[in-house]
């Protein structure tokens, strides 16, 4: 599966920004789909996972009650919308999937990569 991440950019804090990712094939709905984002010097880190059918979420604490996670298996997307931002919501903004409906909270547990979109917020 290939991946395409879009539509981060430069927002002031408690604002909203909706990123999106793309996914090629059709077999969107066998894999579960993830968010990551990385920082500058630090790790890349969970930010959000969706199962295969939506049913099931997953969040990092950071974001919990402010971004929400989606995905649209006729459209082949996955969504994660992003509310009360803050700076420290900075990052380079991943998406990821796996054939596993929820592989784990560590990158190394996710087979395939989009490239990451940047999100910036400002004080």
């Known amino acids: 599966v290939q991946l395409q991440a879009y539509g981060g950019g430069l927002v002031q804090a408690e604002g909203s920004l909706r990123l999106s990712c793309a996914a090629s094939?059709?077999?969107?709905?066998?894999?579960?789909m993830g968010w990551f984002r990385q920082a500058p010097g630090k790790e890349r880190e969970f930010v959000a996972g969706?199962?295969?059918?939506?049913?099931?979420?997953y969040y990092t604490d950071s974001v919990k009650g402010r971004f929400t996670i989606s995905r649209d298996n006729a459209k082949n997307t996955v969504n994660l919308q992003m509310n009360s931002l803050k700076p420290e919501d900075t990052a380079v903004y991943y998406c990821?999937?796996?054939?596993?409906?929820?592989?784990?909270?560590?990158?190394?547990?996710?087979?395939?990569w989009g490239q990451g979109t940047q999100v910036t917020v400002s004080s």
């Open positions: 094939g059709r077999t969107f709905s066998t894999y579960g």
């Open positions: 969706i199962g295969r059918s939506g049913g099931s979420t």
């Open positions: 990821a999937a796996d054939k596993a409906s929820y592989p784990g909270g560590t990158p190394s547990e996710w087979d395939y």
